[in-house]
């Protein structure tokens, strides 16, 4: 059974950094995509960043230039480098990886950003 288990959020001040990770369990094939998303309190789901199987990344235009997105070489892991953090980044963040047409959630963790 796949499982994602979500780590690295947490209380940043504004202008600091934070990495999350995502990690993979139960893969024997290789991951198609792996992304994040975030949710933040009264509003929708969104889009942050994504990475293909050969490496291709995009980004939320309000992220571009600050958050970078990156996977191991084992391709089982994901990770969310988040530099530069505003107020607004604050938010749930959920990973999601495609895999064997499937999608798959982790459990979401906390990112929070103090002005």
């Known amino acids: 059974q796949v499982r994602l288990v979500e780590s690295g959020g947490g209380l940043v001040q504004a202008g600091g950094s934070l990495r999350l990770s995502c990690a993979a369990s139960g893969i024997i094939f290789s991951i198609n995509t792996m992304g994040w998303y975030r949710q933040a309190p009264g509003k929708q789901r969104e889009l942050v960043a994504t990475?293909?199987?050969?490496?291709?990344?995009s980004y939320a235009d309000s992220v571009k230039g600050r958050f970078t997105i990156s996977r191991d070489n084992a391709q089982t892991t994901a990770y969310l480098q988040m530099d530069s953090l505003k107020p607004e980044d604050t938010a749930v963040y959920y990973c999601?990886?495609?895999?064997?047409?499937?999608?798959?959630w982790g459990q979401g963790t906390q990112v929070t950003v103090s002005s």
């Open positions: 999601n990886f495609i895999y064997r047409g499937y999608s798959y």
């Open positions: 990475i293909s199987s050969s490496g291709s990344t």
